[in-house]
Every structure is written in structure tokens, then in C-alpha cells.
Nanobody, 122 residues
Framework: QVQLVESGGGLVQAGGSLRLSCAAS????????VGWFRQVPGKEREFVSA????????YYADSVKGRFTISRDNALKTAYLQMNSLKPEDTAVYYC???????????????WGQGTQVTVSS
């Protein structure tokens, strides 16, 4: 089992920044991919970003490319999502997840955090 706890969400004005953290505990997941997704009420969970715990390859949705940066600290078993130049349309609940079947779809992931709310005001 892997437990994931997100933190760092909040309310920010458009153009501002937030850094989300995803702290993992439990079994080793050195072969896993860590992903960030977001969801707004009435819509499907949307891919934001992903990376492998072992490689430096990073993947981003077009809507966040150039504004968001995913990173991880293997020693701390923590992944991060640095979000800059935030827009009102970035408002959502953000989830981190780990899995080993792919990158871009919720079904690729086995373990999920509880989510953290990000609200961007205009």
C-alpha cells in the first residue's frame, strides 16, 4: 500500500503562484509514475502533469505547459507541483497519484491522495 497526502492548496489571485506537495508513505514506489490531476464539479478528472520517480522525464498538459513544473525529492518521498502564472481556469481540486501502467489517464494510477483545493480569483 501507498499513502499519499497533498498539501499546499489555497486561494491566490490570478498571476500568482502556489506549490503543491504530495508526501508518500508505505511501500517503495521507485518504479512508479507520479501524476497530478485536477477536477472541477461536473467534469472528469483531468491530467495535469506526470513524471517517473527514477527518470527526469516530465509530461504536461498543454494547458499548463510553461507555467507548471513537476518535481520530486526521492529521499523525502515527496512530489511537488510548482504552479506559476495561475489563471482562474486553474481552479480545481488537485490530486496526486502513483501508478505503473501509464501517465495520462486516471485508470493508469493505483493510489490517490485526498485532494487539495486550489482557487484562483480574477
Amino acid at each position: 500500500q501507498v499513502q499519499l497526502v497533498e498539501s499546499g492548496g489555497g486561494l491566490v489571485q490570478a498571476g500568482g503562484s502556489l506549490r503543491l506537495s504530495c508526501a508518500a508513505s508505505g511501500r517503495t514506489f521507485s518504479t512508479y509514475v507520479v501524476g497530478w490531476f485536477r477536477q472541477v464539479p461536473g467534469k472528469e478528472r483531468e491530467f495535469v502533469s506526470a513524471m517517473s520517480w527514477r527518470s527526469s522525464s516530465r509530461y504536461y498538459a498543454d494547458s499548463v505547459k510553461g507555467r507548471f513544473t513537476i518535481s520530486r525529492d526521492n529521499a523525502l518521498k515527496t512530489a511537488y507541483l510548482q504552479m506559476n502564472s495561475l489563471k482562474p481556469e486553474d481552479t480545481a481540486v488537485y490530486y496526486c497519484a502513483v501508478g505503473d501502467r501509464g501517465r495520462y489517464y486516471p485508470n493508469d494510477y493505483d493510489y490517490w491522495g485526498q485532494g487539495t483545493q486550489v482557487t484562483v480569483s480574477s
